[in-house]
């Protein structure tokens, strides 16, 4: 099986700051990677797939990128609701499209 | 658009079977797959399987002896039954719609995605 790793597993941050949050994969995917937001007590909303390729409605200070094996994930002006937990999940084995161990970005 | 709603008991007992259901509106359970994810309370999502439309079921290795999911179309609703459950089942579980996308780069290239989740339901492990 794929195995994705993400790092780091918290950050804090403030309003405006540029973020970037980094997902592994174990073996070469590509660019069969997704990216999901979860705030608390919600569920997962999908930001990107592809790699890079923004979901409608998501705003534009988000984006992705990577190839292969590392990939990147990163808000260009972080907003107070984009204080959330951050999921990568691979999507390369169609039949396994098992998820990242998550990044928390909370309020410095 | 698409919307999903769990229902299910919210407790059940170590050893019984687990049956939850996502109730599918705006749309027909016959046209798309369909997933079931879990997250242990504080911990990250853990995918438990799907089901394709052509009614085929992938399920997680690590539950694939305890797991089934199904569909109904008539009742446009999809299912999950996780049997011998313990303690560690205890999670909040969301069903989600798999879509499929291709996007044409250097090549054709199809990419699975989750895209509409129901709210999520939590369910409990205890005697």
């Known amino acids: 099986d794929i195995q994705m790793t993400q790092s780091p597993s918290s950050l804090s941050a403030s309003v405006g700051d540029r973020v970037t949050i980094t997902c592994r994969a174990s073996?070469?995917?590509?660019?069969?990677l997704n990216w999901y937001q979860q705030r608390p007590g919600k569920p997962p909303n999908l930001l990107i797939y592809?790699?890079?390729v923004l979901q409608s409605g998501v705003p534009s200070r988000f984006s992705g990128s990577g190839f292969g094996t590392d990939f990147t994930l990163t808000i260009s002006s972080l907003q107070p609701e984009d204080f959330a937990t951050y999921y990568c999940q691979q999507c390369y084995s169609a039949l396994a499209l098992t998820f990242g161990g998550g990044t928390t970005v909370d309020i410095k | 658009q698409v919307q999903l709603q769990e229902s299910g008991p919210g407790l059940v007992k170590p050893s019984e079977t687990l049956s939850l259901t996502c109730t599918v509106s705006?749309?027909?359970?016959?046209?798309?797959?369909w997933s079931w994810i879990r997250q242990p309370p504080g911990k990250g999502l853990e995918l438990i399987g799907y089901i394709y439309n052509s009614g085929g079921t992938k399920y997680n290795p690590s539950l694939k002896s305890r797991v089934t999911i199904s569909v109904d179309t008539s009742k446009n609703q999809f299912s999950l039954k996780v049997s011998s459950v313990t303690a560690a089942d205890t999670a909040v579980y969301y069903c989600?719609?798999?879509?499929?996308?291709?996007?044409?780069?250097?090549?054709?290239?199809?990419?699975?995605?989750?895209?509409?989740w129901g709210k999520g339901t939590t369910v409990t492990v205890s005697s």
């Open positions: 592809g790699a890079s």
């Open positions: 705006g749309g027909s359970s016959s046209s798309y797959s």
């Open positions: 073996q070469s995917i590509g660019t069969f």
């Open positions: 989600a719609r798999v879509m499929m996308t291709t996007v044409k780069t250097d090549g054709y290239y199809s990419y699975y995605y989750m895209d509409v």
